[in-house]
């Protein structure tokens, strides 16, 4: 049976025997849809050699005042097996580190209003409250770490990677802002 909607465009609506709407949908994840309607997803790649277990190699800080900041994920390779700790929250004021520029994925000259570092060694920072891990099983494994739910950074609030060894990171952080 076919219904014509109530929303004054006219088109019919299949309804099956059930009474269940049929319909079709296009599935993306929600970067893929910022990307593709506002323009506002992007990504930043480093590499940094960690000498010490307790050396943050990247720092995030949302600036907006309109937008929150949703990290998605990051993909990680390390020279040996290894893992990161995930910070989130982690203050202070960060030292010793090199402006990381964000690079919008899609085709358009928005830039994120944060603001991030990147380092072998980052000090000035305090702990926030560690929210995930990201293991390296074997040396030279490039791994995709999408994170359960998206780490949601509202205006001031940071995220950061700390290295659990001396070692050699190769890194991308994905992320965008809505």
Known sequence: MAE?????????????????LEAKTNNVSRGAFVNLNDKQA???????????????????KNNSSTKNCHVVGVRLQA?????????RGTSGTPAGGAAITPVN???SENTADVTSYGDANITGLTDGSQVDMIFATAAAES???????????GQNDT??????????WFFTVYFYMK
């Open 143 to 153: 791994k995709y770490h999408e994170f359960p739910t998206e780490i949601i950074l």
């Open 105 to 107: 994925m899609g085709t």
């Open 79 to 87: 020279t040996a097996a290894d893992s990161v700790s995930v910070w």
């Open 4 to 20: 014509l909607n109530g929303g004054g465009k006219g088109f019919p609506a299949n309804v099956d025997d059930d009474f269940q």
């Open 159 to 168: 995220f950061s990677l700390k290295g659990t060894a001396a070692e050699t």
């Open 42 to 60: 992007y990504s930043q790649y480093a590499t940094y050699t960690t000498a010490d277990v307790t050396d943050y190699f990247y720092f995030l």
